[in-house]
């Protein structure tokens, strides 16, 4: 499920999450956007350089990609 920032994905999946358990998940993104204080790479966010990921729309890597205050969000075909 993908759509823009704040449309109720997050609140949509944890009720699909609750409802069916063991039949969704969150893919984790990739973003060019410096981790905040308790995220983890890899599990929160795959955090990569602006290079890393021009690099990988370049190898057609990502299923959908936007850029967003300044950086980049993207996810990638094998989330």
Do not use: W
């Not at 609750?18 to 795959?46: I, N």
Request: charged content about 25%; aromatic content about 16%.
């Amino acid at each position: 499920m993908s759509g823009p920032s704040g449309n109720g994905k997050s609140t949509l999946l944890e009720k699909l999450f609750k409802e069916y358990p063991g039949c969704f998940a969150f893919s984790v993104s990739h973003t060019t956007r410096k981790p905040r204080h308790g995220e983890k790479d890899g599990a929160t966010y795959h955090f990569v350089s602006e290079e890393q990921f021009k690099k990988l729309i370049a190898e057609n890597g990502f299923l959908e990609y936007a850029q967003f205050s300044g950086n980049f969000y993207g996810t990638s075909k094998t989330s």
